[in-house]
């Protein structure tokens, strides 16, 4: 599968999950879509479906038991964006 954008797959020590975009765009993103099966995630942005990667397989229960999940990327000001987005289980 192809990715729209890279990005990198994280749990915080508080349990919390984290997603780090190399394009903030993407932090603005309404939802977040897990496919259980293979780990594929998508993000809905703007009405449009984005593959942005696959959750590693030590990571995906973590994943799987969380119901949000916080988006985060730098800036081009070197500021960090940061906001909560809903994970949704599929399969």
Do not use: Y
């Not at 809905?44 to 119901?67: I, S, T, W, Y």
């Amino acid at each position: 599968m192809l990715f729209d954008i890279n990005s990198d797959f994280s749990v915080m020590d508080s349990g919390a999950i984290l997603i780090a975009f190399d394009d903030p765009t993407f932090v603005r993103s309404e939802t977040v879509l897990l496919d259980r099966d293979n780990g594929h995630v998508q993000v809905l942005l703007q009405g449009k479906l984005h593959a942005v990667g696959q959750v590693p397989e030590e990571l995906m229960e973590m994943f799987a038991e969380n119901r949000d999940v916080i988006l985060s990327s730098v800036r081009i000001d070197g500021s960090c964006l940061e906001l909560t987005s809903r994970l949704v289980i599929m399969n």
